[in-house]
T-cell receptor, first 111, second 115 residues
Framework: SQQGEEDPQALSIQEGENATMNCSYK?????LQWYRQNSGRGLVHLIL?????REKHSGRLRVTLDTSKKSSSLLITASRAADTASYFC???????????FGGGTRLMVKP | KAGVTQTPRYLIKTRGQQVTLSCSPI?????VSWYQQTPGQGLQFLFE???????NKGNFPGRFSGRQFSNSRSEMNVSTLELGDSALYLC??????????????FGEGSRLTVL
C-alpha cells in the first residue's frame, strides 16, 4: 500500500502566492521526504523531516509534520512560475520497507 | 560527482518483446530502486537492491525482474511486454547503509513505449 498520499491532486495559483500541499500516511514513520518532479523527468529531493521533528525550513520551503495525525504539509512561499511541477511525499517506516510514493500534487504557478 | 545515469532514455518495443533497462548509481551508493510511472497509476515501486541482493519488492508480476552487479549498477528486465507496460521507468540510488530511510537520487528515466 502507499505510504504517502498527497492532497490536493492539483493546485493552480498566481505567481507570488503561497502553495500548500498535504501528505497523509498510514503507519509509524522514520522520516518523511518531499520531492519535486518537472514534467517527464526524474524526481529531485527537496527536504527530509524526521519523525522527532515538527517543522523544517529550506529557503522558500516549509515542511511540518504531525505524527499524531499522520500527516505532513509542504508550504512554498512566494511561488514562482519555475515552481510549476508535481510534488510527491515519501514516507519510510522503521522497517525500511515499502518504499512508495503518493500520487503527487500537480502545482501550476501562473505568471 | 556524476548523477544517476539511466539508459536508454527512450525506446519503442512491440507487444511480446522483452526489454532491459540499465541504471548506474552515484558512485558509492549501494542501494538502487526502480519505479514505474504512468498517468493512470502514478509512481509505483518495483524493487530495491542493496549489495546485489533484492531487499524489497513491489506488487508487480513476475515478468518484471531485476538484478544488481558488484559495481552497484542495476538492470531491470520486462519480458512479454504488454501495452500497459508503456511508462516512464525511474531508477534511484541511495547512500543509506542499513534499511533504506534516506534521500533518493533519481535518474532522468527511461521512457518505454509498447506498440
Amino acid at each position: 500500500s502507499q505510504q504517502g498520499e498527497e492532497d490536493p491532486q492539483a493546485l493552480s495559483i498566481q505567481e507570488g502566492e503561497n502553495a500548500t500541499m498535504n501528505c497523509s500516511y498510514k503507519t509509524s514513520i522514520n522520516n518523511l521526504q518531499w520531492y519535486r518532479q518537472n514534467s517527464g523527468r526524474g524526481l529531485v529531493h527537496l527536504i527530509l523531516i524526521r519523525s522527532n521533528e515538527r517543522e523544517k525550513h529550506s529557503g522558500r520551503l516549509r515542511v511540518t509534520l504531525d505524527t499524531s495525525k499522520k500527516s505532513s504539509s509542504l508550504l512554498i512561499t512566494a511561488s514562482r512560475a519555475a515552481d510549476t511541477a508535481s510534488y510527491f511525499c515519501r514516507a519510510t517506516n522503521n522497517a525500511g520497507n515499502m518504499l512508495t510514493f503518493g500520487g503527487g500534487t500537480r502545482l501550476m504557478v501562473k505568471p | 560527482k556524476a548523477g544517476v545515469t539511466q539508459t536508454p532514455r527512450y525506446l519503442i518495443k512491440t507487444r511480446g518483446q522483452q526489454v532491459t533497462l540499465s541504471c548506474s548509481p552515484i558512485s558509492g551508493h549501494r542501494s538502487v530502486s526502480w519505479y514505474q510511472q504512468t498517468p493512470g497509476q502514478g509512481l509505483q515501486f518495483l524493487f530495491e537492491y542493496f549489495s546485489e541482493t533484492q531487499r524489497n519488492k513491489g506488487n508487480f508480476p513476475g515478468r518484471f525482474s531485476g538484478r544488481q552487479f558488484s559495481n552497484s549498477r542495476s538492470e531491470m528486465n520486462v519480458s512479454t511486454l504488454e501495452l500497459g507496460d508503456s511508462a516512464l521507468y525511474l531508477c534511484a540510488s541511495s547512500a543509506s547503509r542499513g534499511r533504506d530511510t534516506g534521500e533518493l537520487f533519481f535518474g532522468e528515466g527511461s521512457r518505454l513505449t509498447v506498440l
